[in-house]
């Protein structure tokens, strides 16, 4: 059974930097695509970036390109993604997604691409 489970949440003030983890498990051998989605207060949840498991090569939204990346602990089975220089509109609800099987992604992640969804963690960010 696949699991994925975020860490790292909460609050900070803009221009700061959080880091978020996602533990994947339960994918056996497969090379999965995970990645980030998020969802702000009365918006639709947008994807912020993938990595491919197998060969680590990444995926940024361009509204976070330059500030946020995506990177991955093979020994752990987790996946972080490092954001700095937050901005009040980066708050909202942070997602871990994945695909079932290999992936090999190089166009950003689309909701249909997504086969399962982590239950989220907050980030809040103060002007």
């Known amino acids: 059974q696949v699991q994925l489970l975020e860490s790292g949440g909460g609050s900070v003030e803009a221009g700061g930097s959080l880091t978020l983890s996602c533990a994947a498990s339960?994918?056996?051998?497969?090379?999965?695509?995970i990645g980030w989605w998020r969802q702000a207060p009365g918006q639709e949840r947008e994807g912020v970036g993938h990595?491919?498991?197998?060969?680590?090569?990444?995926n940024i939204a361009d509204s976070v390109k330059g500030r946020f990346t995506i990177s991955q602990d093979n020994a752990k089975n987790t996946v972080y993604l490092q954001m700095n220089s937050l901005k009040a509109e980066d708050t909202g609800m942070y997602y871990c997604?994945?695909?079932?099987?290999?992936?090999?992604?190089?166009?950003?992640?689309?909701?249909?691409?997504?086969?399962?969804w982590g239950q989220g963690t907050q980030v809040t960010v103060s002007s």
């Open positions: 997604v994945a695909t079932a099987n290999n992936c090999y992604l190089l166009r950003p992640m689309e909701k249909y691409d997504v086969d399962y």
């Open positions: 339960g994918f056996g051998a497969r090379r999965p695509c």
């Open positions: 990595i491919a498991v197998d060969g680590g090569r990444t």
